[in-house]
């Protein structure tokens, strides 16, 4: 892995903090002290709310006797925490989706054996236990709550993951126009887009303590999808001034970096970069425990940074982002040009030039078409390696400051990760046969394909985007640009992959009676594990996931869904 400068993320804007965050933590921390490690997670405090004012709330916290060292007793603890807060979760409630029925006309028509179909039915009806609306009560006391007010219903993952995420909600959109339930998804991109209105970016979930970063973007592909399945013309107009703004913060300052290529051209693309310093509020005492290696407050400042522009990249957390892959202290997101990033981008700029076409806006269009073509050539420059049949993440490793990069073959990450195939998903790439035949083949090789689906990286570090899990979002993007590409061969490699990550869902499913958050693609059934919190269930983006794979290959009468 080349060594990147760790010098372009020192500086940068910080958001401002709530008074009631900052009070969460300290409650997380006397959490974690008073109740110990086991089975503690931090978040949980976090998504309290207030019973009555934040002022009482705390004086009513000093005042909870303590022991000479400041540790408070379990009891007062507990008693304390039932007496002024409402638990976790409860600011969101129970909403039957308005368009949810239980076998909606036109369901999954290729999925013909029984027993699959059965399933595929059960899946579609867990929209009902992830469908929440925001309670009236944030909508009268917002400052009680670290949850933020939406307007319309959301989907969530499940578990601890409480409220809206912000790339999870493409595979539920997916999964929801294979359930037919055009309304929800609507709804969904409504409330990203308020997010949008408010805080110029979509969130990376809604919550106050999420307003410092955002999440990989995914709101056109959203609102394309929404478009082509239903036609709804004013519903693309409307959607059209945030992914404008999107774009630009995507393209901001503190996300793009310039780089010099080998034919002397200059490229622009964009990496992940948290407006934050400090740890994550949901996970602070982790945070604080990491960053207790290092021995300045710069060099902290810097890995809090770093903790929260991987969890912007969604691979919260990976050997793909750090220079030492059994040291999270070394983790270099701000310094890395990430394939998949720049892949979201230019589907981003693809889809605003598509549906501006639509709604008529021939400026935009071609504007954005322009755009796309730049940042085609650029990810063929600094990204692509024929050699391989890849496209690597590109690590700066040059200069003191976050502009004017010379690039470098040596720089180019040559570790095998699934990200390296994302660009198959966007059509400009999988539209070129030459292309994929050799992505194909690479693939093939390249060992992550494993017993039941691809793996994340082929390394086994201990987190959770790394070897053996295997995540919903990478299985689907790879599967469905194999699949769109026009090659037989492609969609014959992309069916067998998706038939044996329907499997893995069924056979866990029965065994569980759940959908999990990550699977482990050595052994058929079995849910995946590693990282900072315990393997969750629920699984939004799962559903989402196999409702898709299902509408595009259907299950004929005589394929076995068990792992034999
Ligand atoms: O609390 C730790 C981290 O949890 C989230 O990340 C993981 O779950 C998300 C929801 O399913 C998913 O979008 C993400 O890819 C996962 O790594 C959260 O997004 C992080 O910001 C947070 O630090």
Redesign the pocket.
Known sequence: TPTPSPTCSNSGPVVRKTPLITFLEILQQTALNTLGPKNFDP?LYVDLSLKSNLSITQSAFDDLPRTPNGSVSVTDFNGFIQSYFNGAGEDLVYTEPVDFVSEPEGFLPEVVNREVRAWALEVHSLWKNLSRKVSDRVLDRPEFHTLLPLAKPVMI?GSR?REV?Y??SYWVIRGLLASKMYETAKGIVTNLISLIDEFGHVL??ARAY?TNRS?PPLLSAMVYDIYTRTGDIDFARKSSPALLKEHKFWNSEIHSVRIHDAEGCNRTLSRYYAMWNKP?P??STIDIETASKLMNDSAKQHLYRELAST?ES???FSTRWMRNGSDLTTLATTSIIPVDLNAFILKMELDIAFLANVTGDCTISVHFQEAAQARKQAMNSVFWTAEMGQWLDYWLSNGTTCRGHTWEASNQNRNIFASNFVPLWIELFNSDCTLVEQVMQDLRSSGLIRAVGIATSLTNSGQ??DFPNGWAPLQHMIVEGLARSGSKEARSMAEDIAVRWIRINYVAYKKSGAMH?KYDVEKCGEFGGGG??IPQTGFGWWNGVVLAFLEEFGWPQDLNIDCN
Do not use: C, H
């Open positions: 978040k993952p993951f995420y790339w999870d990376n979930g999420y999440q994550r949901e996970s969890a969604g691979w919260d959770q985007w958050e900072e919190y």
